[in-house]
């Protein structure tokens, strides 16, 4: 990096920072205990919110010169958020740190191959929902082909880096795009009518986790809810505002607020946490731009997750849940419980199954080491916490992992394989296990 991007990097930092939100920082340290990046470097201090934002500030202040290494600090910080909510100045890190990705990114001199990989997922790929189904259907003909099982034998897979090969192993099965394509936009309540709601579908979520939206459909059926899924609704945005493409991702916010706002739903759903965070704080990414903060202000009122949705409307104590004899933990979306505040309800809906024995698990709020791509693009930090997540499963003895959020949800998947307990532990969305103790 020469002086000269140096320089150029620094003036970025100082126009374009929340200097206000970085003054903030009192440097109590409160917010190194969550930080899953402190710990696992052996409180090394540049890993932390605290040192981060002092390094935000060093650039900004002109007294500290960008480099490798403090691109390699933010970049190995999972965004799990979790130094928020024990704050007492209420800094907002996640705003600070995606604000400084952006710029970071804005300035990194890239191949053309690598350059053209990125153009093509966020600005060919994600912004696209026709294209996302597509390139389902292309995964779900190499899972039915035979072509999975014959890529495996003969390893075509290991020319992949590990970290993909590893996760190639655990996907779920692809719907065909014609059963995507089949299912209705709206779907009538059962029983009493208690609210009209709006299924914001994500990207992911209705293609390679389409069974799970289904799950979650007929939950909010038979909580009362006539069901509406919006046309020309498309991914949250969050994949893109969180690998510095922040542009792309306020198009898509827009896109999303017009899509729902013709639906004229009392609420709008969600069941990812990842989406949740990222479509919650619409907008601040809208704060810039009056006429669309206020559609925007209006679209984050109406969101709610799943769980919350199915306790406000009493599903626990009118339906009755069951499940065989088991032991159940709950693995915490980062997103859901530090940017959505949503941790209670899961908890509530899981501990009222019948027949299934929950147990908390230590370090349940700490992040899993997904976080979005993050253990694709630090697979070494991600599995090292994946690992020591493991170790905390196994002491609750937990035959089923019950998650709210599909990056989770693959984690502890992957998490089961590497500690050698598939077929004897299961990773599941909410969802589908509370559509599995309700039928």
Avoid at 10 to 35: A, I, T, V
Avoid at 76 to 97: D, N, T
Avoid at 180 to 199: C, M, N, Q, S, W
Wanted: aromatic share 6%; proline share 4%.
């Amino acid at each position: 990096m020469t002086t000269s991007d140096k320089k150029k990097i620094q003036q970025d930092f100082k126009e374009n920072m929340d200097y206000d939100e970085l003054l903030n920082c009192m440097r109590c340290g409160f917010c190194l205990p969550s930080c899953p990046t402190y710990i696992e470097t052996g409180h090394q201090e540049k890993y932390s919110p605290r040192g981060r934002i002092a390094l935000m500030k060093g650039i900004t202040d002109g007294v500290v010169e960008p480099d490798e290494d403090i691109a390699h600090s933010l970049d190995l910080c999972l965004g799990c958020r979790a130094c928020e909510p024990v704050c007492p100045s209420g800094v907002q890190y996640g705003h600070l740190l995606a604000d400084a990705r952006t710029i970071l990114q804005h300035h990194k001199k890239q191949s053309v191959p690598v350059k053209m990989v990125r153009k093509g997922i966020f600005n060919g790929l994600f912004p696209h929902q026709d294209r996302v189904e597509k390139a389902t259907g292309l995964l779900g003909f190499y899972q039915r082909s035979g072509l999975e099982k014959v890529g495996r034998k003969i390893g075509f897979m290991n020319l992949f880096p590990k970290s993909m090969a590893a996760m190639e192993k655990i996907l779920p099965q692809a719907p065909k795009r014609r059963e995507i394509k089949a299912r209705p936009r709206y779907f009538a309540h059962d029983g009493e009518k208690k609210a009209t709601v709006a299924l914001f579908t994500g990207c992911l979520m209705d293609t390679i986790f389409f069974k799970t939206n289904n799950a979650t459909i007929k939950l909010l059926q038979k909580a009362g809810c006539d069901v509406v899924i919006p046309e020309n609704q498309l991914c949250c945005g969050a994949l893109n505002g969180h690998n510095g493409e922040m542009e792309k991702a306020r198009e898509m916010a827009k896109q999303n607020i017009e899509a729902f706002e013709k639906s004229d739903a009392d609420y709008i759903i969600t069941n990812a946490g990842g989406c949740s965070a990222f479509l919650i704080e619409y907008d601040h990414l809208l704060k810039d731009e009056p006429e669309w903060a206020k559609r925007a202000k209006h679209f984050v009122t109406k969101l709610k997750d799943i769980s919350a949705i199915l306790v406000d409307l009493d599903f626990q104590k009118t339906h009755r849940l069951r499940l065989p004899e088991q032991t159940i933990t709950y693995q915490d979306s980062c997103h859901l419980r530090n940017v959505m505040h949503t941790f209670r309800e899961p908890r509530m809906l899981l501990q009222s199954i019948e027949g299934a024995h929950f147990v908390e698990m230590e370090g349940a709020d700490t992040c899993c080491g997904s976080a979005g791509d993050y253990n694709i693009v630090q697979p070494e930090m991600a599995m090292q916490i994946l690992d020591h997540k493991m170790e905390k499963v196994e002491k609750t003895a937990a035959k089923t992992i019950v998650t709210a959020n599909p990056g989770c949800l693959l984690e502890m998947k992957l998490g089961v394989d590497r500690a050698g307990k598939s077929g004897k532990v299961r990773a599941v969305h909410i969802a589908d296990l509370l559509l599995e103790a309700v039928d």
